[in-house]
C-alpha cells in the first residue's frame, strides 16, 4: 500500500524541484548572486536528504509494531534535525547570506516536495 500511494510521485516532484530551482536559480543570477547557487544547491541536497530519511523511515515503520513504529520515526526525526542543525551550523559560520540561501533552498524544497505530497494523494 506505501508504494502504492507514491506511484507517479517522484516524476511529478522531479518537474516541481527543477521549475523550482529554474526560478531561484534565475532570481539569484538576476539579481547579481552567481556566487551563492552552491549554498542554493546544499539547501537543496539537504532538503534530498531529509526528505529521503523521512520516506525511508515511514516505508521501514509501517510493518513494525506501534511501539517500533513511534521508536522508529522518533529516531529518524532526531537524525534529520541534527543533520539539518549541522548543515545550516557551518552554512551560519560562512556567511549570512550563505545561511539564508542554504535555509531558503531547504525550506522551499521542503515546502514544496510537501505540497506535491499532498496534492498527490488528494487526487
Known sequence: MFKEAFAGMPRKLA????LLALLTVTGLV?????????ALFIGYLAAAIYLGTL??????????S????????????ILRLLA???????AAHISVQIF????????????????????????
Open 84 to 90: 539539518l542543525a549541522l548543515i545550516l551550523s557551518v
Open 15 to 18: 518537474r516541481n524541484l527543477l
Open 55 to 64: 520516506v525511508s523511515r515511514t516505508a521501514r515503520s509501517a510493518g513494525l
Open 30 to 38: 538576476g539579481s547579481g548572486g552567481a556566487h551563492l547557487l552552491g
Open 66 to 77: 506501534v511501539g517500533g513504529a513511534k521508536r522508529e520515526m522518533l529516531v529518524g526525526l
Open 100 to 123: 539564508a540561501v542554504c535555509a531558503l533552498g531547504f525550506f522551499s524544497a521542503y515546502i514544496l516536495a510537501l505540497g506535491t505530497l499532498i496534492h498527490h494523494n488528494f487526487r
